[in-house]
Structure formats: structure tokens, C-alpha cells
């Protein structure tokens, strides 16, 4: 038995904006001590890390996260990865396409950990944008893009199928936090990547809705362009 | 905290004929007393109804199911029904939006439980295929179509949002068996139903995928019509 890796909400409900915050930080960390996610209003890019959550705001900082800050997606697991093999100067396409033709997971959820130092490393944070909440489309146009030519830390991915794809994020979803907790943020692209890549399979996902969220409930996704909305903000 | 729905496999594993049986009976019950699937090689329709679980195979005939019994896709959950409406000749199509309209449900996972009379009931079931399997589109081809003009009995619905259509049914997935247990199956269609309708919510659902099985794992999904095979055979 494999530990499962959780997920609140879908990348969906956050096409046409449903933004609000249904799960706590608090509640989030008790599903998993490694995670990604968004706050409340898409407020930054989150990661978690050996249980502690960082915040990359749309200024470009790296921010402490209180327990009761609210999520309305997020993913967390339990860390329990195996190394699975060891990159220099590693392409990212390359990569990927490595880890999948070694581990034949491509059908399955996965998170992968790199550590190590990355070249030409490309993040993305959002700004929060209140009530009445911004489409994905619309957020995406106010992102802010940060790059470093070379930086040292922890990029955590999650990989799911694409059968999955709206549901999550098909193929890797990946957010990242520099070693000196300076610079972090929504994976946008690397160069090359060298140093130590961790994996672990996930057997199960826990899929929760925000069933007490009226305006989730009550919103009607059909005239949304899930896929492609998601395709354009997340790649 | 409602209780989970537990789905094993997805209903895209179907599609190319990823049917080896990678779940036993016994396993599937330990996530529920309720539920539905289909056995490996598409052996028949499956229902569980409190606790026991019966069989619907391609002659029609009802089957005692065995603990050792496997199954490539099927999902389960323990009953805790609510009962929504008393239904009196209501049109299938009617009931459904009467169902949605009342619960405002549609963008979550539930399941319904009609017990009464239905008139004009038509239910499907394939036969078993052996390895090599066949594919969903051709097992659908060699299907046999029984109805009855009037019957009683117990109709278990899974209703899936549509972004999550591929992984299973998007909207309602119904498997029914007789109350005298002489007819049952996948249901196709029914004019009318006269009466109970009760609702269960999930806040979550458990998807386990079969990260044991090889031919799972090394399948390239990439040249399956999932959608397009899934609504023309399920529907």
C-alpha cells in the first residue's frame, strides 16, 4: 500500500473563478507534509516542503503561511520518495521523458523531487484578485514572471494522466523554492537541471469537492473552456 | 464528513481492453456495501445492494458473485441514502433534472437509489472476452439488450461531473437488478419510474488505479478515442 496523494478542489474551478478559499493550510497539512497549491483569490503559488508552506506572492516573495490561510486547490502527500536517478545538465523535455520511460508511470499519478541547481529557470506568481473573483484567463494576464540564469533548491512536480487533464494538471505540474527561500514560484520552464531526482508513485488520489461552497455548487461549468483555458494559463 | 465514493480503474482503461481483473470482491467491499462494476474481461454487469453483490451475465441470468471474483473497474461505497422525492410516472429525463435541480449536485460525485416500478426498463450486458481482450467498442458490438415492459426493483445510479468524464460516466451510470432477482443489468434507458428516490452526497471520491498490472502501465493511451468509444458504448 502506497500513501495516496490528496487533492481539494480541481484546476477547473479555477477557469471561470471560483477562488474562494474552502480548505485550510491547517487541513491541508494533515493529508501531507510536501505539497502545491494557490490561496484564496489564486494569492501566490504555494509549495510545501519537509511540512512547512512557503508562499511566492506576485512580488516575487517568499512568505511564511499561516494555518488558517485558505485554499481552494491544492495538492499534499506524505513524502516517501525513492532516488531515481542522478541529472547533469539535464534538458527539461529530455528529463521528463526519461523519468517516464524509466518508471512506465505515465498512466499513474507521481510526484517527482528535484534538487539540485537549475539554469535558466523561469517561475510564475499571480496577484490575488478579490470578489468578484478573476477568471484563470483573466489572472493569468496579470502574472508576474520571474527568472534566474542559475539557481540551487527544491523543484517539487505532480504528475497526472491525461485522462485526468482538467481534473488536474495533465502531465507535470511543478512549482518550485530556492534554497536561500529568495526566489520560488509556478514552473514555467528550465534549461538544464543537475543533481538529484527523487520519485514516488501514488497508488490512490483523494480526490475532495468543495461541497459546502454554494458558489461551486451552484455555478454552471458548460459554457467554460476548461482545457483550453488550463492549457493556455498552466503551460 | 460524508463518507467517500471508491473507485477502482477508470472507465478509459476500458477502451483499448485493459481488462485483467485487478481488484477481488472482497477488496471492493471493504470500501462499500453498495456498488457496481463489471468482472475481468468485461465478465457481465455487476450491483451490489446492501452488502451482496450479484452478477448480470450475458444470458441474462443473475449470478451469486464469489469473494475471488475480479474486476478491472468498479466502484463502491456504503450506503447512507436521504430520501429526496416520491416519484409518480416521472420521465427518466425529467427525474434527472428534477434530481439536479433539487440537489444543485451536478458539479460533484453522488449516488441515487430508485426502488419502485419502471416501466419500458431496457439493460445491457456483454460477454466475458479472454486474453487477447477485446476493445470496449467491439465487446459493445457482441452485446446482449433485454427489457421489460413493467418491473420492480433497485436502480443504483453514479453521477460524475463532466470534468471528469473519461475517468468515469460523466453524468449518471446506472446498474439495475429485479426485486424476484430474475433481471438485471447495465441500464440503457426506461420511460417511466414510480417510486423512491433517494440521494447520497460524497464530498470525495478514492480513485485507485492498477499500478501492479504491466499491461496497464505500458499501454500508450495516446491513439485510444476515449471520449468518443466511452459515449457510444456506455450511453
Known amino acids: 500500500m502506497t500513501t495516496p496523494l490528496f487533492q481539494h478542489g480541481t484546476l477547473a474551478l479555477l477557469v471561470p473563478g471560483l477562488l474562494d478559499g474552502t480548505l ?23 509549495i510545501i516542503l519537509a511540512g512547512v508552506p ?3 506572492d506576485s512580488t516575487g516573495r517568499v512568505n511564511h503561511v499561516p494555518d488558517d490561510f485558505t485554499l481552494p486547490f491544492a495538492n499534499s ?16 523535455r529530455d528529463l521528463q521523458a526519461a523519468v517516464l520511460a524509466q ?4 498512466n499513474t499519478f507521481f510526484a517527482l523531487r528535484l534538487t539540485g541547481t537549475f539554469t535558466a529557470l523561469t517561475t510564475r506568481a499571480v496577484p490575488k484578485s ?3 473573483y478573476q477568471s484563470l484567463a483573466a489572472t493569468a494576464k496579470r502574472q508576474s514572471v520571474f527568472s534566474r540564469e542559475r539557481t540551487t533548491g527544491t523543484l517539487l512536480s505532480y504528475y497526472a494522466p491525461q485522462v485526468f487533464d482538467g481534473v488536474a494538471v495533465g502531465g507535470f505540474h511543478s512549482h518550485f523554492l530556492a534554497a536561500d527561500h529568495a526566489f520560488g514560484g509556478h514552473v514555467l520552464d528550465f ?3 543537475s543533481g538529484d531526482v527523487a520519485f514516488q508513485q501514488f497508488d490512490r488520489l483523494e480526490q ?13 461549468f458548460s459554457h467554460d473552456a476548461i482545457l483550453d483555458d488550463i492549457h493556455h494559463a498552466e503551460n
Chains 1, 2 share one sequence.
Do not use: C, K, V, W
Not at 491547517?26 to 504555494?46: F, R, S, V
Not at 502527500?77 to 527539461?92: I, N, S, V
Not at 518508471?103 to 505515465?106: D, L, P, R, V
Not at 475532495?208 to 454552471?220: E, V
Open 24 to 46: 485550510t493550510m491547517a487541513d491541508l497539512l494533515t493529508h501531507g507534509d510536501t505539497g502545491i497549491g494557490t490561496g484564496e483569490g489564486q494569492d501566490g503559488e504555494l
Open 191 to 193: 534549461a538544464t537541471f
Open 54 to 56: 512557503y508562499q511566492i
Open 103 to 106: 518508471t512506465h508511470s505515465a
Open 77 to 92: 502527500h506524505f513524502a516517501a520518495f525513492t532516488p531515481l536517478l542522478t541529472a547533469t545538465h539535464r534538458d527539461r
Open 208 to 220: 475532495q469537492l468543495p461541497t459546502q461552497n454554494q458558489a461551486f455548487m451552484t455555478h454552471d
Open 130 to 132: 478579490a470578489r468578484p
